[in-house]
């Protein structure tokens, strides 16, 4: 079973403050796929960023990085210096290679940021 | 970036009627998803197709149906509506090839059935 938990349902921080968001996943998976989305009020969800279970290579992209830990099952997504552009519903996905055919996502419940000016 | 629409986006109608929600894509991807997301909560996958002709059933139980006649068209219809069907309906696609390519959305279409 294909399971996304964040625990932070939401979280509000004021502006240039970082911030991290948790996800954590359950796969029996060996071969596996996470994923970012954001959720901006106007409510299509925006890619930001995929790995596979073989790379744990930390990402950076400007003021975005993940931290990708498969010994404790994590892919947490911290946000430096966060602007208020950044408020947005986050979600982590976890794509299993089994079902990489369908490519079938499984999706956590989301973590609210909102970002004070 | 990616090219996927949907109309309408906002969509208000009364129990019983009939709606289809459009979804379109101009990019020639051969995966296509519909996705039910709650205020909230967590999306929640009720249709997908491999391609023209092919439509499965997903995680979700949905009393929707979806059709797969052109490659670019995706549409979800409903025979008659009702209040549980309130929801944000979100449709995805992902280009040929391995499915674990990320997915593009289309902004949503918010149905409130009264």
């Known amino acids: 079973a294909q399971k996304v938990t964040q625990a932070q349902t939401e979280i509000s921080v004021v502006e240039k403050e970082d911030v991290t968001l948790d996800c954590v996943y359950e796969?029996?998976?060996?071969?596996?796929?996470l994923f970012w989305y954001k959720q901006p009020p106007s409510g299509e969800l925006v890619f930001l960023i995929r790995?596979?279970?073989?790379?744990?290579q930390n990402e950076i992209s400007g003021r975005y990085s993940w931290n990708f830990q498969k010994s404790t099952s994590s892919f947490n997504f911290t946000i430096t210096a966060s602007q208020v552009v950044d408020s947005a519903v986050y979600f982590c996905?976890?794509?299993?290679?089994?079902?990489?055919?369908?490519?079938?996502?499984?999706f956590g419940r989301g973590t609210q940021l909102t970002v004070w000016p | 970036e990616a090219d996927i629409y949907q109309t309408p986006r906002y969509l208000v109608i009364g129990t019983g009627k009939k709606i289809t929600l459009e979804c379109s894509q101009t990019?020639?991807?051969?995966?296509m998803y519909w996705y039910q997301q709650d205020p909230g909560m967590e999306l929640h996958l009720i249709h997908y197709?491999?391609?023209?002709?092919?439509?499965e059933k997903g995680d979700l139980s949905s009393e929707s149906t979806v059709s797969r006649i052109r490659t670019e068209h995706f549409p979800l219809t409903l025979e008659s509506a009702r209040p549980s069907h309130t929801s944000q309906y979100l449709c995805?696609?992902?280009?040929?090839?391995?499915?674990?390519?990320?997915?593009?959305f289309g902004p949503g279409t918010r149905l409130t059935v009264l």
């Open positions: 996905a976890l794509l299993a290679a089994r079902g990489s055919t369908l490519g079938r996502l499984y």
């Open positions: 990019m020639g991807h051969d995966k």
């Open positions: 790995r596979n279970s073989f790379d744990e």
């Open positions: 995805a696609s992902t280009k040929p090839g391995q499915g674990y390519n990320e997915q593009f």
């Open positions: 197709s491999y391609g023209v002709n092919s439509t």
């Open positions: 796969t029996r998976d060996t071969t596996y796929y």
